[in-house]
Structures are given as C-alpha cells and as structure tokens.
C-alpha cells in the first residue's frame, strides 16, 4: 500500500544526501498551492546531470529511465520510480519541454531551481516551482486536473496579494 509521506521524505532523503538541487512540480506542488484533486504521482526536476548521483539509491525502485522521455505533450530526461506503489517521476529540470498546441511549438519549462518557493509539504520544508510557473506550463496542458491545479495556484496568488 501506497504512503505518499513516507516515499517523499524518503526521495527527499535521497537528494539531500548526494546534494542535488530538487524542486517540486506538478501535482504535488499544486496541492501545496492548494488544489484539492488526488494525487497521481510525485514530480520533482532536478538537473539531469545529478542523475547518475542519486542512481545508487534509487536503482531497485526504477521502472523508466534514466532516458530521454517524448511523447505528444512532454520532451524531458526522465527517471520514473515506483517506490512502495508511489509513482515518483523525476525530471531533468534544466532541460524540459511541453509541447505548446496552441503556438505549434516546443516550449521550454525551466525548473527555477534559484528561484523556488520554500513550502511545507508533508512536514518538510521543500523548494516548490512558483506558482506563477505552474499555472504557465500547466496552462499549456490539457485535461479538468490541469484546470484544479491553475485555479488552486492563482487563489493563492491572489491570497498573497
């Protein structure tokens, strides 16, 4: 059984161990922005370099990866992870691209390693991709989850306000 506390303080364990740069995104950010739909998996972007660093540790957990992932919305490094039935997808962050169907082109989504925000999410204090990000990258992604999460990210922008 899945305890989606448990894997991330355990992938956090992980990446401050070996000292690589991480910031939460997708879904998981969006919760801690609050949105209130379930959680799929456990997105972090670290940079692709680190990710022959924390390969060790995570070896007996991999089902994807470390390789290049491309499909019709997404162009990334990628490292998928099922650690006790929690997905753990982990991103090259300094090389990551949605597909932009509106523009007809590849965008590239820098994960703002420099520029995260510091938030608690299941007790620990973690680096987040701002929310202003978020609702960019998931603006250009479609489905009803995309649209909870931006609503989520912009009640707290504007909570902030």
Do not use: C
């Amino acid at each position: 059984m899945k305890d989606t506390g448990r894997t991330f303080h355990w992938i956090v364990s992980v990446l401050q161990k070996h000292e690589v740069p991480f910031v939460v995104t997708g879904g998981l950010a969006a919760k801690a922005y609050g949105s209130s739909r379930a959680l799929n998996d456990i997105d972090l972007d670290i940079p692709s370099q680190d990710f022959s660093r924390i390969f060790p540790d995570i070896k007996p957990y991999v089902i994807f990866g470390p390789s290049r992932y491309l499909d019709e919305k997404w162009d990334l490094p990628l490292i998928t992870l099922d650690h006790h039935g929690q997905e753990i997808d982990i991103g090259g962050g300094d090389d990551t691209k949605i597909y932009d169907a509106k523009n007809k082109k590849w965008t590239l989504i820098p994960a703002g390693f420099s520029y995260a925000r510091k938030m608690e999410i299941f007790g620990l204090v973690v680096p987040v991709v701002p929310a202003e990000q978020l609702i960019a990258y998931k603006s250009l992604l479609d489905g009803d989850h995309q649209k909870v999460d931006i609503r989520a990210a912009e009640s707290f922008i504007k909570s902030r306000a």
